[in-house]
């Protein structure tokens, strides 16, 4: 690897220890403040990589630039709390025993349209306490 291969690893690692010092979903200002040496470029580039690469999770939100995460495989399953009035994500972790019955409803619709399911991805979409 050259110089400049060592110089994306650096900055791929920079970016997934900002996003993981965030307990909740990061935005692109947010990472451009903490991350000040990396043009918005090489960020944007660096996350699709790290997206590709199964590390980071890129959420839904209306916010611009979208909002980042950890990959659940690094950070447990959870869903969100989308707030549609100032764009604000919160990660929301549903209690084992409702977790069970969503996994055994979605399976049974899964099933009924001839789909496999793996896993599910699941957001709320409301007001947040501030907003309401
Ligand atoms: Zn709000
Ligand atoms: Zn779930």
Do not use: W
Request: glycine content about 8%.
């Amino acid at each position: 690897m050259g110089k400049c291969g060592q110089r994306y690893t650096q900055s791929r690692k920079e970016i997934v220890s900002a996003i993981a010092k965030y307990a909740q979903p990061v935005g692109i200002a947010d990472l451009l403040n903490v991350l000040k040496e990396l043009p918005q470029s090489s960020l944007y580039r660096n996350l699709t990589v790290l997206q590709e690469a199964g590390v980071v999770t890129r959420v839904m939100s209306s916010q611009d630039g979208g909002l980042y995460e950890l990959a659940e495989r690094l950070t447990g399953h959870h869903h969100h709390l989308v707030c549609s009035v100032c764009g604000d994500v919160r990660d929301v972790v549903v209690p084992d025993a409702l977790e069970h019955d969503l996994d055994a409803a979605l399976l049974r619709l899964a099933k009924r349209e001839g789909f496999s399911l793996d896993h599910h991805r699941l957001d709320l979409i409301g007001r947040c306490a501030k907003c309401s």
